[in-house]
Structure formats: C-alpha cells, structure tokens
C-alpha cells in the first residue's frame, strides 16, 4: 500500500508531466489505430463523400473530448467557472489560461490522427474520386457519358476490383492524382499546426508577460489549494470516524461493566490526537455547513496575522473579546483602586 501512495504522489508532484506523457500515448495511439483501421470505400456516389470525411473528422473530435475527460483539470475547471462569487472575485483571464492549457493537450491526438490520415490518402480518394478532372486526365475522345452514370463510374475508383472505366481514366492515374493532393494538404495542414503551436507557445509570453505569469500563478494556487483542501478533508473524515468508532465502543464498553461488573477499559492514547486534527468541526451539521461554504462563499485570499483571529466568512458569528490574562485584570484593578 506504501508503494502505491508513493506512486500516486509522484504522480501528483509531476502531473503536468504525467499529462503530456498520456497525450503523446494518445498520439501514438491513435496512429497505431489507423494503420491498423480497415478503410473500406463503399464506392457510392451518394455515401462516398459522407464515408470519407467522416473518417477524416469524425475520430479527432472523439479523441479531443478524450483529451478533456483524461485530464483531471476539467472538473476544476467546470467548478471554478460555475461556483458563485462569494467573498473570492472569479478571474476570467485564469480560466482562458486553465482551458487553453488543457486544449493545447488534447489537441495532439487529433492532430496526428488527421495528418497521417491526409498523408495516406485514401479518406481523400475515397471522398473526391467523383471530382476527378476526366476531360484533362482521362480519354477526351470517348463519347461522353450522362453526369448520373460517369459519377457511378467514378465513384468505383477506389475500389479496383470492381472498376469498369478504364477507357474514361486509368485507375492508378486517379488514384496517384488525389494521393498527390492529399499528401500535400497533409504537409500544408503539419505545417500549419507547427506553425500555430510555435507562435502560441513562444510568441504568446512575449506580448502579455505580466498576465502570462499571472494567470500561470493563480491557476497553480487553485489546482494546489483543491488538492490541500481534499486531503484535509480526507484527514479530518478519517480522523471524525475514529473518534466517533472509539466513543462507540468505549459506551458499549461502560454498557458490559455496568451489567457484568467488569472494569471499563482505557481509552487509548491516540484519541486525542485525533480529536485535535477535527479543528473544532465535531458534528455532522456544522461540517456540512462548512461544506456549502467553501463552494459558495470561498475565503477572500488575504492572509491575516495569527495574533488577529478573524472569522473565515461562513459561519458568520462574531469572535469571542480577547481579555487580558487573569494576572494582568488583578493588576488594572488594583492601581485603579488606588
């Protein structure tokens, strides 16, 4: 059990790392699973065209909203936006930054997934074999065909063994034509997303340094904060149950020496300890009112010095007046005696 809480730890101290270990996994993932895909043109007019962008498009949209659901941010992200205001303002630059930085990482998948499919070619292929120029590649001689019946025709390009037009256009020249073009939109488009990636991982720092840094910042403090504040509550239900555990069978306890005439036994010397790390939440009512506070009425972040205690703002009661040692009352009222 050691190891595993190490582990996870680990895992926590270096989640940024963790997280673009897991979209890289994703990129290769999703590379191996389109080579290992099997591409069947239907060799349609009407479906060719729906089949082939929709291999093209319709996977990177499934695994960009994986790249959400993998990354653990998501929820604070949604729990940031929609908590209200309270005594905590909502900064919106922050959450631009937090959705940016999540997006950045489940955009790599897709990105692959749509840059080796352009590369093969064959979603192209599939898609725009009825687009294909016959007058400028093909036979201009042969008597022309009704629109209807060319594109039939056309439309079995990708599927050799049942193509019958070669005496409109070869098939391998159709197929290297919209393999040519696809391969180059595959380049333009790596191009384009390096490109992208370089200006919004370089440039973007340069222009607004101040509000980089920032937004940087208090994303870190909410992601840090909701991981202290889980593990205190972690703490505290854990400590909560032992106490309330402990008082149960030291009643039953009192119960059998009440009716056997047995001595009770002593409590053991850890309670105390656990009764300390409860900080005064000792009830079921006070802890979820404690609860709801914190998700609608956050502490300001405004640190105060611990010799001025204040109220953390859910409660809404007033601190106790602090007197003045016994010692020091004896003395005031002497001297004002005399």
Known sequence: MDKFRMIFQFLQS???SFMNGICGIMALASAQMYSAFD???P???HYNLAYGLGILLVPPFILFLLGFVLNNNISMLAEEWRRPQGQRGKDPAVLRYMFCSMAQRAMIAPVVWVSVTLLDGKCITCAFCTSVPVETLGNASHPGLPQGEMKRVLA????????NGQEFIANEVAVRYLRCISQALGWCFVLLMTTLAFLVRSLRPCFTQAAFLKSRYWSHYIDIERKLFDETCAEHARSFAK???QQFFEGMSTDLAATRCHPPRKAPADAGEATEKLLGITDQGTMNAALKSWHRC???LHLHPPALPS???WAG???PPVHPPAPRREMAAYYSRV
Do not use: H
């Not at 079995?156 to 193509?163: A, S």
């Open 156 to 163: 079995r390009i990708p599927c050799k063994e049942i193509y």
């Open 243 to 245: 106490v309330c555990i």
């Open 311 to 313: 109220s953390n703002g």
């Open 43 to 45: 060799c349609l007019p």
């Open 14 to 16: 270096n989640q940024e």
């Open 39 to 41: 591409f069947n043109c």
């Open 317 to 319: 009661e007033k601190q």
């Open 298 to 300: 956050k502490p300001p």
